[in-house]
Every structure is written in structure tokens, then in C-alpha cells.
């Protein structure tokens, strides 16, 4: 299976939105062993189990891939990255996670960067958001199921795993919708618990739902291993994106290992990232990755990517503030620049997000080369 790049639009977050996201289970990571005084402490905090842990494992990976090449530099300011008291710490999947956590980083003052799409309504000192708020992928994603290129869908299903963040987003696609005309009666939303996996009757209705003579879309916020028999029964019940095309915002090459997509061509994914764009960063950055993994079938992905941004951007705020000091570096890191694997370049803004562009990916087969 492969993810490829179907239409592109730069959306650059601009203006004040509050954000919320989570994750359950965590693991602190070391790089290199090395005495306290020599050392800078860097957290990891993702599920290694259970629901999560389908999507979370590979950024608990990423983010050890990048201290490893940090050591190899040197490290910052002349000590090596290894774990426990942390001066920083890069997690949390879920909104549930983040908000749960969020009282202790307030109480010690430390430093979380929070790599993925989220409700927005949140800007913590002491979080930087390095995912999607909704004007950054959500209502993007709406906009081209709207267009002549994604199908002019008239009627919607908003389909989501029930915690904060998919009704939040809900709540706020449906007022969009509800703003470009959509009326009430061609609205249809769902909610399933982390890990539901009997979708039968949930893609019956949706089925039903889409055979009213109007276009219909689904738009997914279901996130974790949940996706993996919806996406199963689309294809069991026959649901082609020709018919009810889906668009997903949790689901990249990772979440669909394994599962047989070729009824699944044509539905849709909106990130900020896809393995498939083609740039010299990003070929380099795949390439360092399949090294490091030692598994050349591992993919990555949009979470990863903001890992990646949240790195580089934590390391130039040290570098400029010459100290790990937590106040020192939130005051220095809005401003800051770094690289995207895109092609781009990403800012932090002073509300605590950084500038993403978006693109729509396809479900296509693939078959790898080399």
C-alpha cells in the first residue's frame, strides 16, 4: 500500500487557537550512557501498549533515531542527550494523555512538544504544538471533499473514536458545514470507543446514509487499531471511494499495514506529511530512518515528521539560549525555524504551533522498487 500526494494546499496557521491532545502509556529513552553532569535529559513519552500502540511506537523509534544522530554531532552544548530528569519531553498521542499530563509539566515547569493533529481551543506555556490544529488539516480536508477534485459531497458522516478530540473537531466541522449550507438532516455523526472492532452495522448505516441521491463523504477521526477493521468492513461491505469516499486524519502507511487495500483504492487521507512526497530531505530522512530501524518495511509518517520539526527547533532554542533552562527556552523558541521533510520551512508562532502546509493522500497500490 501507498499513500500518494492527490492535491496540495499551504494553509499556514496564523491565528490564536487553544489545543488538546493525549497519549496513555509512556517509556523514557536514553541514548548514550554517560555520567549526570555530562548529560542533558530527554523524555519519550508514548504507548508501548494497547490501543495506542499501533501508531505511537514508531515516534517513541523516531524520537530515540534523533537523539542517537544528536550524539553523533557532538550532542548540545558539548553533553550527550540520554533520559531520567528530564529537561524536555516529546509524547503524548491522544488529547486524553496530553490533558491528563498536562498539570505535572505546569507544576514542574517543564517542556512537552506534542507532534499531532489536534482539537485546537488550547495554548499552554509549557506545551508546544507541533501537529495540526484543525484549520490545518480538518477543515482543508472538508474544503477539497467540497471541490469538483474531491467529489462535491453533499451530505457527511463524521465518524470518530469518542474522546475529546474527535468531538471537538466534530463540533467544529459541523458548524463549517453548517455554514457552507449543509442542513442538519445531511449530517450524520458517530462515536466508538479506543479499539472497537465490530464495524458492521456502523458501514451499514453509513452505506444507507450515502444512498439518499446526494454525494456523501465520510470524514474519520478514529484513531489507533480501531482503524484497521473499519477499514476492513469498507471493504467487506464494498464501500469504494467512487461511491462514499473517506477521508482519515490519523491514518497514514503505518495504521493500514497488513491490511488487503485494494478495495480501499481511491479513499483519502489529510496530513501534513506523506512518505511519498519527494524531496531530498525526505528521501535522506527515509533512508536514515530504514537504517536505523534495521527493518526496511517500516514506514514513516506525519507524527514522525513533527517529532522531527520539535527536535530541531528544542535544539536551536539551546543552542541560542546556551542552557536548558525551561523559561529560557520558551522564551526563545517562538521564532524559531526549522526544516520540514517537505520541502518547506516551519515557524514557531507565539501561540505555541508552528507553520504546516497540507496535503490529501490517496490510497494507491505500490509496489516497492530496489
Sequence with gaps: MHISIGAVAERPFTRRLLAATAGLAFGLAAALPAKAQDTIKVGILHSLSGTMAISETTLKDVMLMLIEEQNKKGGLLGKKLTKDKVAVVFGCWT??????????????????????????????????????????????????????????????????????????????????LKQKGVADADIMINYTPFGHSDWQTIVSDIKKFGSAGKKTAVVSTINGDANVPFYKELGNQGVKATDIPSVAFSVGEEELAGIDTKPLLGHLAAWNYFQSIKTPINDKFIADWKAFIKNPKRVTNDPMEAHVIGFAMWVKAVEKVKSTDPDKVIDALPGIEAPNLTGGTSKMLPNHHITKPVFIGEVRIWKPTG
Design 95 to 176: 488529547s486524553v494523555s496530553r490533558k491528563s499530563v498536562l498539570p505535572v509539566f505546569k507544576e514542574l515547569n517543564s517542556i512537552l512538544f506534542y507532534p499531532v493533529q489536534y482539537e485546537g481551543e488550547e495554548s499552554e506555556r509549557n506545551v508546544f504544538y507541533t501537529g495540526a490544529a484543525p484549520n490545518q488539516q480538518a477543515i482543508p480536508a472538508v474544503d477539497y471533499l467540497m471541490s469538483k477534485d474531491g467529489g462535491e459531497a453533499k451530505r457527511w458522516v463524521l465518524a470518530g473514536t469518542d474522546y475529546v478530540y474527535p468531538r471537538t473537531t466534530n463540533k467544529i466541522l459541523e458548524a463549517y
